[in-house]
C-alpha cells in the first residue's frame, strides 16, 4: 500500500492507474489508500466538462490540454462514458480525440465506464480525481457524455462547470427546456466557425439575464473551434477568472464543502446498505413482500421494522 | 447472493445507485491501429463485439504509434490489447508492442494480433510475446474463449 | 390497362394456388429472401408496367440518355474492357518488373500502388514510417523513384492509374516531368488519379489535410488538367473503398455521388464550368457477391449520375453525364480459409462488373486475405477475366440483363433508395456536415455490423468460414514477402538524392509553394511541379503543406 501512495505522490503512471482500478473496483484496499492520500488532495482546479452528444467536448479537450500545456502545467482527464445496461459492456472511445497527448509524460487520461451504478459513478470519479490530484495535476478536467442525472452528480465534483453546446442541433432549446442550462458556469459554444454560434450566445446571454441566480451575470459564454483552437486561450482566461472570482466570494469553498457533505452522506449510505446486507443475510422477504402486494401492510412498517431491528442488533 | 440482492431482485440497480457498490473487477480491453493503414473495419468490429460480450473496451483510432499505444494501455489499466493491422509491417510494429510493455514493467498486460497475417509469420511473433493471431474469417467466439482463458489462467496465477 | 390487369390477377392466382401448393410440399428456404443491402426479394418477377411507356425514359438505348443500359453504343462488341491489375510493391525497381511484366501478359493498363508513407506525405526515414516502407505499395520519395518506375515504360503508349489521394498533385506533378523526360507532353498523358478525399475520411483513413484545403487541391488540379491535360482522369471518385469498410450496394453508390457532388460544386463555385470538367470524372466501384444486385446497381449508378448532372447541375454535353467507372473485385470478399475458392468469388464478381457495363477492371488474387499476392496468382486473376471476355460469350451484346424483369427491380428499387439517402444528406447541409457529424461512418458501421453478425450467427453463409470448412494444412502458397530492408535501401537512395540535389533552389520552390498555399485563390499545381523538378521529396511538399492547412482529425464514431 504504502508503495503505491508513493507512486502515486511520485506521479507514476502505472501506479496511479492501478490506483483508479482499485478504487473503480471498489477493491479491499480502497478505503485505506483514499485515507492515506487525503492530505495530499486540494491542489487542483477541477473542471467539469459536459454538455449534449456531438458538441466536441473530447476536441475541446484535446485543445484545452495543449494550452495547458503550453504554460506547463500537468493535465489529468477522465472521460466517463456509459456502459451498456444490456450487456454491462462499454465502448470508450473519448480519448482518441485527445491522442495527441498520448506519449506525453504530464498528460493522464482515463476512461471511466459508469457500469451500472448510475449516478453511483459519482462516488468512483470523485476518488479518481483524489488520485490524479494526489499525483500532482494541477488540473484535471471531468467529461461526461450527455446530461442527466449520472452528469449533474459528476458536475458536482467539480470546481468549475463548463457547458459545451454546438449551434444548430436544437441543442439550445433542449438546454433551456430541461434546465440543465443552471449547471454550467462558463458557455462554450464550440465550431464557432459556424454562423449560428452568435445566434446562440445572443440566446444564451438573454437567458442568464433573466435568470433569477444570482451569479448568473458572471456567466460567460465563449466560442471556440476545436478544429483551429481559437478563442481557447480566451476560453482559459474566462477560467481563471471565474475561478479567482469563485475563490474571492467563498463560492469554491462552499461548493468544496458541499462536495464533502455528499459525499460522507454517499460513504454512510452505503456503509448502512451494506450492514443491512449483513445483518439479515439469508433471511426471506417474501412473505412481507405478498402482504404488501396484498395490501395487507405497506412497505413503510416493514422498512421501519427492519431499521427498529438493526438498531437493536447494533446495540447489543 | 446476499438476501438484500433477493429481495431487490431487478431493482438491485436503483440500490447501486444508491451507493452499494460490489467489487466488480471487469476486463478491459485496448483495441489498437498501429501503423499507417486505415482499414479500421475489423477493429471497430471487434470493439463493438466485445463490448457486447460485456468487456470495457477502448478503442484508439487509427495511426497510433507502439509509443501511444503502450502509454494508453498503462493509463487505462487495460488488461488485454488487441492490435489490428492490414499492411503488413505486423513484423516491426507487434514485437514493438510488447517490448515497451517490457520496459514500462507492464507485461503482465495480453497482447492480441489481427489482420492479413501470413501463416509463416506467426511463430516469429508468438515468439516475441503475442499470444494470439486472429486472421480475418476468425469468429468472435474465438476471440472471446481466448480473452475467458487467458484472464482464468492469470487469475489462477 | 386491361393487359396489366390480367396479369397481375394471373399472378394473385397462381400464387395463391400454384405456389401455395408447392410450397406446402417443399418450402421456401427461408421466411424472407433479400438482397445484401435489404432489398426483399420475391419469388418471382413479371412485368410491372408497360415498356413501351418507360422504356426511353428508364432506360433508352446504350451511349444515349439516362446511359442505363452503358455510356458507349456498343460497348464490349467494339473494344472490351481495359484489364487493369493494381501492382507495387518494394521499391520503384521492383515494380518496374512486375509492370513489365503484366503489360507481357496482356494487361492493357497500369495501375500504381503506393506505400502507406508515400499516401500521407511521409519519406521513408519518417520514424512513423517505420515498417510500411513498400509494404502496400511502390515507395516513392522524389522525383528520382518515380523516374526509376516508369523506366522503359512508353507513357504515349500506355494509361496510367495511380491510387493516390492526399498527395494526388505531387504524384501528378512527377508523372507530368517524367513525361517530359520520355519526350511525351503532358496533352498526350492519359490516365487517372484518385484524388478522392472525401472518402478517405469515411473509409479508407489516408487523409492528411482537413476538408476545405482538401477540396482546394482537387479544384486546382481540376483547374489546371482542364487546360493542359484534356486526357487525364482527375479523379476518381470511389465507391469501392466504402464498401469495403462494411458499406451495402446502396449505400456504397449514394454515398459516392454525395461526394461526387460536393466536388462539382466546389469547382462549379471555385468559377469553372460544369462541361469543362465533368467529363474527366471518373468513378470506381466495388464487384460483390451478389450478382444481379450488383448489376442492378451499376446500372443504377448510370441512370443516377445522369439526372444528377443534366438536372442539378445543368450539364449540357452528354460526356458530362456519362458514368465512367472502373471495378475491383470486392477484397473483404476473399477468405483465408480454402483460398483456393477464391478464385469462384473472383470468377462471379468479374461477370458483375462486365454483366454491369464497367470500363476498366482489377481482379483480386486469391491470396490477397492472406498477404501479397504471388505472380502466379496475379496471373489467375488475370485469366479470370480473359475468360469472361473471351469465352464466357456475356461480351456480344450490351446490357444483356436488360428487361429482365428482376433486374429492372431491383434497379429501381436501388435507385429510389440512393435518392432517398441523397435527400437526406442534402437536408444535413451537405456531405461535409454528414461526415462531420458522423452521419455516413455510422450508417457504414451499422451495416458492417449487421454483415458480420449474420456471419457469425450461421444466418450469412460464407463457404468455407462458417460452413463447408475442413481441418486445414499450414498453407504452402508462394506469398510474397517485402523484406524490411526495402526501407535501408529506399533511405540510402534518399539521402542519395538529397546529396546531389540544388538544395537552395529546393528551399525556395518550398518557400514559393507556401506562399502560394497561403493564397486560396492561387493554383497550387505550378509550383508543386516547380518543387518536384527541383527532388523535393513527398514529405517536404506535403510538410509545408501541413504547415498551412492543418491535420484532419478522424471522427470516430462506433
Known amino acids: 500500500m504504502n508503495e503505491l501512495v508513493e507512486g502515486i505522490i511520485s506521479g507514476n503512471t502505472r501506479a496511479i492507474s492501478k490506483a483508479i482500478s482499485l478504487v473503480e473496483n471498489d477493491g479491499p484496499d480502497k478505503i485505506e489508500l483514499l485515507k492515506e492520500i487525503h492530505r495530499y488532495v486540494g491542489e487542483s482546479v477541477i473542471i467539469g466538462i459536459t454538455g449534449p452528444p456531438g458538441a466536441g467536448k473530447s476536441s475541446l479537450i484535446n485543445v484545452l490540454i495543449k494550452e495547458y500545456r503550453k504554460q506547463g502545467k500537468k493535465v489529468g482527464i477522465l472521460a466517463i462514458d456509459p456502459t451498456s445496461p444490456f450487456t454491462g459492456g462499454a465502448l470508450l472511445g473519448d480519448r482518441l480525440r485527445m491522442q495527441d497527448h498520448s506519449t506525453d509524460e504530464n498528460v493522464f487520461i482515463r476512461s471511466l465506464a459508469t457500469r451500472g451504478h448510475l449516478g453511483g459513478i459519482s462516488l468512483a470519479t470523485s476518488d479518481a480525481v483524489k488520485i490524479l490530484d494526489a499525483a500532482g495535476f ?42 440543465i442550462i ?22 444564451i446571454e438573454y437567458y442568464l439575464e433573466l435568470s433569477p441566480d444570482k451569479n448568473a451575470n458572471h456567466r460567460k459564454v465563449v466560442l471556440t473551434s476545436s478544429l483551429t483552437g481559437s478563442g481557447v486561450d480566451s476560453l482559459i482566461h474566462e477560467i481563471n477568472s471565474t475561478y479567482n472570482f469563485f475563490r474571492k466570494k467563498g463560492i469554491l469553498n462552499e461548493r468544496r464543502k458541499t462536495r464533502i457533505r455528499k459525499e460522507i452522506l454517499r460513504i454512510l449510505n452505503s456503509r448502512i446498505l451494506e450492514s443491512i446486507n449483513q445483518t439479515f443475510n439469508g433471511r426471506n422477504f417474501d412473505s412481507s413482500i405478498n402482504k404488501i402486494l396484498n395490501k395487507k401492510i405497506d412497505p413503510y412498517t416493514i422498512a421501519d421494522s427492519i431499521f427498529e431491528e438493526m438498531k437493536k442488533r447494533s446495540q447489543t | 447472493m446476499g438476501y438484500l440482492e433477493k429481495f431487490l431482485g431487478n431493482t438491485r440497480k436503483t440500490l447501486l445507485y444508491r451507493g452499494i457498490r460490489e467489487m466488480n473487477k471487469k476486463v478491459r480491453i485496448l483495441i489498437a491501429k498501429p501503423g499507417l493503414d486505415g482499414h479500421d473495419r475489423g477493429a471497430k468490429y471487434i470493439a ?40 503488413g509491417a505486423h513484423n516491426e510494429l507487434f514485437p514493438r508492442v510488447t517490448e515497451l510493455l517490457k520496459k514500462h514493467g507492464a507485461e503482465d498486460i495480453i497482447v492480441f494480433g489481427g489482420g492479413i497475417i501470413p501463416e509463416e509469420d506467426i511463430p516469429f511473433l508468438k515468439s516475441k510475446g503475442i499470444k494470439a493471431i486472429f486472421t480475418p474469417g476468425t469468429p468472435i467466439r474465438d476471440v472471446i474463449d481466448f480473452i475467458e482463458s487467458q484472464k482464468e489462467a492469470k487469475n489462477n496465477e | 390497362m ?24 417443399f418450402p421456401e428456404r427461408k421466411k424472407n429472401f433479400k438482397t445484401t443491402s435489404g432489398i426483399p426479394i420475391d419469388t418471382t ?134 513525361g517530359e523526360k520520355q519526350n511525351v507532353p503532358r496533352e498526350k498523358l492519359r490516365g487517372t488519379i484518385q484524388n478522392d478525399i472525401l472518402k478517405e475520411y469515411v473509409a479508407r483513413g489516408t487523409y492528411i489535410f482537413p476538408p476545405k484545403p482538401s477540396l482546394r487541391i482537387i479544384t486546382n488540379i481540376f483547374e489546371f488538367c482542364s487546360k493542359e ?39 462549379i463555385s471555385a468559377g469553372l464550368d460544369v462541361d469543362t470538367f465533368a467529363g474527366r470524372l471518373s468513378f470506381f466501384f466495388n464487384a460483390h457477391n451478389d450478382l444481379f444486385e450488383e448489376v442492378a446497381k451499376f446500372r443504377a449508378a448510370r441512370r443516377v449520375w445522369a439526372k444528377i448532372m443534366k438536372e442539378k447541375f445543368g450539364a449540357k454535353n452528354p460526356r458530362s453525364m456519362m458514368l465512367r467507372f472502373h471495378t475491383q473485385t470486392a477484397g473483404s470478399t476473399l477468405t483465408a480459409q480454402q483460398p483456393d475458392n477464391n478464385v469462384i468469388r473472383v470468377t462471379i464478381q468479374t461477370l458483375a462488373a462486365v454483366l454491369g457495363g464497367t470500363q476498366s477492371l482489377h481482379t483480386n488474387s486469391k491470396d490477397e486475405a492472406l498477404g501479397l499476392p504471388s505472380e502466379e496468382s496475379v496471373r489467375i486473376a488475370l485469366r479470370t477475366q480473359q475468360i469472361v471476355a473471351h469465352e464466357s460469350g456475356v461480351a456480344n451484346t450490351v446490357d444483356p440483363l436488360g428487361g429482365s424483369y428482376y433486374i429492372e427491380y431491383l434497379t429501381d428499387e436501388i435507385e429510389k433508395r440512393v435518392w432517398d439517402y441523397l435527400t437526406k444528406i442534402e437536408k444535413m447541409g451537405g456531405v461535409i456536415k454528414a461526415i462531420e457529424s458522423g452521419f455516413i461512418q455510422k450508417e457504414i458501421q451499422d451495416s458492417a455490423f449487421e454483415y458480420q453478425k449474420e456471419v457469425e450467427s450461421g444466418e450469412r453463409i460464407i463457404v468455407g468460414v462458417n460452413k463447408f470448412r475442413i481441418e486445414e494444412e499450414p498453407k504452402d502458397l508462394e506469398i510474397l514477402k517485402v523484406k524490411p530492408e526495402v526501407r535501408i535501401k529506399q533511405i540510402e537512395k534518399l539521402q542519395e538524392v538529397k546529396k546531389n540535389r540544388n538544395n537552395s533552389a529546393v528551399e525556395e520552390k518550398l518557400k514559393q509553394l507556401k506562399a ?29 503543406l501541413r504547415e498551412v492547412f492543418g491535420e484532419y482529425k478522424e471522427n470516430i464514431v462506433i
Not at chain 2, 484508439?60 to 498503462?74: D, F, L, N, S
Not at chain 3, 502560394?516 to 499545381?525: G, P, V
Open chain 1, 138 to 179: 494541477e488540473i484535471i478536467l471531468l467529461e461526461t457524455v450527455g446530461v442527466g442525472q449520472a452528469e449533474i452528480e459528476i458536475v458536482e465534483a467539480s470546481d468549475i462547470v463548463l457547458l459545451v453546446l454546438v449551434p444548430g442541433y436544437g441543442d439550445e432549446i433542449q438546454v433551456l427546456k430541461a434546465g
Open chain 1, 182 to 203: 443552471e449547471i454550467g458556469d462558463i458557455y462554450v459554444i464550440n465550431k464557432a466557425d459556424q454562423m449560428d454560434a452568435t445566434k446562440l450566445k445572443t440566446t
Open chain 2, 48 to 87: 463493438r463485439a466485445l463490448k457486447d460480450a460485456g468487456y470495457e473496451v477502448i478503442y484508439t483510432g487509427i495511426r497510433q504509434t507502439p509509443e501511444a499505444i503502450v502509454k494508453t494501455a498503462i493509463q487505462e489499466d487495460v488488461d488485454f490489447i488487441g492490435l489490428s493491422l492490414l499492411s
Open chain 3, 2 to 25: 386491361a393487359k396489366e390487369n390480367d396479369i397481375k390477377k394471373h399472378y394473385q392466382n397462381w400464387k395463391n394456388h400454384t405456389v401455395a401448393k408447392g410450397t406446402s410440399r
Open chain 3, 45 to 178: 418477377y413479371f412485368p410491372r408496367e408497360d415498356p413501351r411507356e418507360t422504356y426511353l425514359e428508364k432506360l433508352s438505348f446504350p451511349g444515349t440518355y439516362p446511359f442505363t443500359r452503358g455510356i458507349q453504343p456498343t460497348m464490349y462488341r467494339s473494344r472490351l474492357w481495359t484489364m487493369r491489375q493494381y501492382a507495387g510493391f518494394g521499391t520503384a525497381e521492383e515494380s518496374n518488373k512486375r509492370y513489365k511484366y503484366l503489360l507481357q501478359q496482356g494487361q492493357t493498363g497500369l495501375s500504381i500502388a503506393f506505400d502507406l508513407p508515400t499516401q500521407l506525405g511521409y519519406d521513408s526515414d519518417d520514424p512513423r514510417s517505420e515498417g510500411e516502407v513498400g509494404k502496400v505499395g511502390v515507395a516513392i520519395d522524389t522525383l528520382k523513384d518515380m523516374e526509376i518506375l516508369l523506366d522503359g515504360i512508353p507513357l504515349d503508349k500506355v494509361s496510367t492509374s495511380m491510387t493516390i489521394n492526399a498527395p494526388a498533385a505531387i504524384l501528378l506533378a512527377m508523372y507530368i516531368l517524367v
Open chain 3, 229 to 267: 491535360m484534356p486526357n487525364w482522369n482527375t479523379i476518381s471518385i470511389s465507391g469501392y473503398h466504402i464498401r469495403e469498410a462494411g458499406a451495402n450496394a446502396i449505400q456504397e453508390i449514394a454515398f459516392t455521388m454525395a461526394n461526387a457532388i460536393e466536388y462539382v460544386k466546389s469547382a
Open chain 3, 516 to 544: 502560394c498555399a497561403e493564397n486560396e485563390n492561387k493554383n497550387l499545381m505550378p509550383p508543386i511541379i516547380e518543387a518536384v523538378k527541383e527532388y523535393a521529396t513527398i514529405g517536404e511538399i506535403c510538410g509545408v
